[in-house]
């Protein structure tokens, strides 16, 4: 018998319905589908992160050559100091560091041009009553910290995850973040030229330790070309931003370790890029995550080492402002050598 319209229409259309065990395959073959692109979206952002950063170092390799150009070949001082060599331990009296003095080189000279007079009386000793004092550091003219509180895009890696920490007070002025360091070099902080001379945790020997930035100074780029040469050598580190408001980890304008400049590793207990040790870095205030490699003491001022988001690395701008990648598992012999200017000793980093 031949079947009537309405059983063949009510036919189809039970056949062309999905069932219950039809669709939840078909949602479990979407869910199989997510779970497979999650880590290659993932991938992709930290791969474009990695990028902006790297595009960041190579720009402030590029301002810190600028400013050597104008500077009788000379970068800037990784701080500018009053006083004693001391005085880079006195955080209400610090000057300027090398991110301030490069920002006319960053696209940021209208911020730089607001303060430059105060700027000009610290370097020159200019007390507020208009005398000359070389030798005290009492009456400085600090309002140039007017600026600190300014974000500086170009001083942030976009994989910070601790990009958002708000600002950190000190002595009334706020101080913004920043995530890239200049090297003081393993022996530590020094007072112009000098070199410390060392061998460290883990570095068999003792060599010559100075870094490319320190009190009052910055090497000459002929200089470092003619020591371990401007290739060979760590200008600017990467570094992270701490965990709270009373870490003053990745303070752009603040002179003190883990804020603007590192150093003075490997030695102690601070070793290499992203150690994973507790208390590695000195800074005060500061909260010690060594679950995330972020290890810190906060009674003192007296170290730091790189620190990036980017997984198992850390980028480096070289003194020729080229940007390289150091892995975490560098020989500490060689993080040595990549951070001291006048070791007089090749790396073998392969």
């Known amino acids: 018998m031949r079947p009537s319209l309405f059983q063949t229409r009510s036919q189809s259309r039970r056949g062309g319905a999905f069932t219950l065990i039809e669709l939840l395959v078909v949602i479990a073959i979407i869910a199989i589908l997510i779970g497979l692109l999650l880590p290659a979206v993932q991938k992709v952002r930290e791969a474009a992160a990695r990028t902006a950063c790297g595009n960041n170092m190579a720009q402030i390799g590029k301002a810190l050559h600028n400013y050597a150009g104008t500077a009788n070949d000379r970068l800037p001082p990784a701080v500018w100091i009053r006083g004693s060599q001391v005085g880079w ?3 209400n009296n610090c000057g300027p560091t090398w991110a301030v003095m490069i920002l ?22 200019i007390t507020y009553g208009g005398s000359n004092n070389n030798t005290g550091i009492g009456s400085v003219d600090n309002n140039w910290r007017a600026i600190a509180q300014n ?22 002025y706020n101080f913004s973040r920043g995530c890239y360091a200049a090297n003081t070099g393993p022996g530590g902080m020094q007072w112009g030229a000098n070199t410390a001379t060392q061998g460290g945790s883990g570095v068999s020997g003792s060599y010559p330790a100075g870094g490319v930035f320190t009190l009052n100074w910055g090497v000459g780029l002929v200089e470092l070309s003619n020591q371990d040469g401007t290739s060979n050598t760590i200008a600017v580190n990467h570094i992270r931003v701490g965990y ?3 870490d003053r980890r990745g303070l752009w304008a603040m002179g003190q370790y883990g804020a603007a400049y590192t150093g003075n590793c490997p030695q102690g207990d601070c070793y290499g890029p992203n150690d994973t040790g507790c208390c590695s870095d000195d800074v005060v205030g500061c909260t010690d995550r060594p679950d995330q490699n972020m290890g810190c003491w906060s009674g003192g001022y007296g170290q730091a080492t790189a620190r990036s988001p980017h997984s198992g690395i850390v980028l480096a701008c070289m003194g020729d402002a080229g940007v390289r990648t150091i892995r975490n598992s560098v020989t500490l012999q060689n993080w040595f050598y990549y951070l001291s200017r006048n070791d007089g000793q090749s790396i073998n980093d392969n």
């Open 89 to 91: 331990q006195d955080e």
């Open 104 to 125: 006319p080189y960053m696209e940021q000279a209208p911020m730089y041009n607001q303060v430059q007079t105060n700027i000009n009386n610290y370097i020159g000793g």
């Open 151 to 172: 974000t500086v895009k170009s001083y942030l890696c976009p994989a910070d995850p601790n990009q958002g920490v708000g600002m950190v007070n000190i002595n009334g």
């Open 244 to 246: 709270n408001t009373g």
